[in-house]
């Protein structure tokens, strides 16, 4: 992380990455003048098992950004036995870069919608702000708050900021950040094509397509390759 920059964490299976993730992984650099730190998630509470193992789907998001500045891929949750809260992995990151240091954690609408049957969810803003994905067709705005989750809604009603205010303070706000374009990338169509054999290399980077190639990942529909159990959520 660069002295004084904001550190913008964006968690998840990455099952696997694809170019849509890098798409907004670069825009919360590009946009916020950020850090990004894409953190795979060991055992996700908010999912069945994964596909490929962790330390595959880890390998892929180290090919994904490969060259790309400002980008970096943190494995601390593959680490740690047990759940992947979010709450836990923001105090290690509070911890080690200081109360001070402006930390976001990037969720996208779906996931806001959820935030509030998270893991300690009301506490996460005392250890970072968090950042929403604007996704077009997807929009978040008050009133589907209200409708879907008004906990939510509650909670954020005062936290709001422009997103570029969250690097002047450390934690504790809330922000949107407007995706400029529609994506059409899913993992889980995705992994489909791969299964069904259509067309899915122009999806990802083309090393992470030749990794999926060698390692014949995806290819079965039954397989499993992870031990770790579904849990209750992030």
């Given at each position: 992380?660069?002295?004084?920059?904001?550190?913008?964490?964006?968690?998840?299976?990455?099952?696997?990455?694809?170019?849509?993730?890098?798409?907004?992984?670069?825009?919360?650099?590009?946009?916020?003048?950020?850090?990004?730190?894409?953190?795979?998630?060991?055992?996700?509470?908010?999912?069945?098992?994964?596909?490929?193992?962790?330390?595959?789907?880890?390998?892929?998001?180290?090919?994904?950004?490969?060259?790309?500045?400002g980008l970096s891929v943190d494995r601390r949750e593959l680490?740690?036995?047990?759940?992947?809260?979010?709450?836990?992995?923001?105090?290690?990151?509070?911890?080690?870069?200081?109360?001070?240091?402006?930390?976001?954690?990037?969720?996208?609408?779906?996931?806001?919608?959820?935030?509030?049957?998270?893991?300690?969810?009301?506490?996460?803003?005392?250890?970072?702000?968090?950042?929403?994905?604007?996704?077009?067709?997807?929009?978040?705005?008050?009133?589907?708050?209200?409708?879907?989750?008004?906990?939510?809604?509650?909670?954020?009603?005062?936290?709001?900021?422009?997103?570029?205010?969250?690097?002047?303070?450390?934690?504790?706000?809330?922000?949107?950040?407007?995706?400029?374009?529609?994506?059409?990338?899913?993992?889980?169509?995705?992994?489909?094509?791969?299964?069904?054999?259509?067309?899915?290399?122009?999806?990802?980077?083309?090393?992470?397509?030749?990794?999926?190639?060698?390692?014949?990942?995806?290819?079965?529909?039954?397989?499993?390759?992870?031990?770790?159990?579904?849990?209750?959520?992030?």
């Open positions: 992380m660069s002295a004084g920059k904001l550190l913008v964490c964006y968690g998840g299976t990455f099952d696997p990455v694809h170019n849509g993730h890098l798409a907004v992984a670069r825009t919360a650099r590009d946009a916020l003048d950020a850090d990004v730190a894409l953190i795979p998630a060991h055992d996700p509470p908010h999912k069945g098992p994964t596909r490929a193992d962790a330390e595959q789907r880890a390998e892929m998001l180290d090919l994904a950004v490969a060259g790309e500045a680490l740690r036995e047990g759940p992947s809260y979010t709450f836990d992995t923001l105090g290690e990151l509070r911890a080690e870069h200081g109360d001070a240091a402006p930390i976001a954690w990037l969720v996208g609408a779906d996931s806001l919608l959820q935030l509030h049957t998270w893991h300690r969810w009301r506490e996460l803003f005392g250890r970072a702000h968090i950042v929403a994905v604007q996704r077009p067709g997807s929009e978040v705005d008050a009133s589907r708050l209200r409708e879907h989750a008004p906990e939510v809604l509650a909670e954020i009603a005062d936290r709001w900021l422009p997103p570029a205010d969250l690097a002047a303070t450390a934690s504790g706000g809330f922000a949107l950040l407007p995706m400029p374009t529609l994506r059409p990338e899913s993992s889980t169509e995705l992994r489909r094509r791969i299964r069904e054999g259509g067309d899915w290399q122009e999806w990802v980077p083309t090393a992470v397509a030749a990794y999926i190639a060698s390692q014949g990942l995806y290819r079965d529909p039954g397989a499993i390759l992870t031990a770790s159990p579904p849990s209750a959520h992030r």
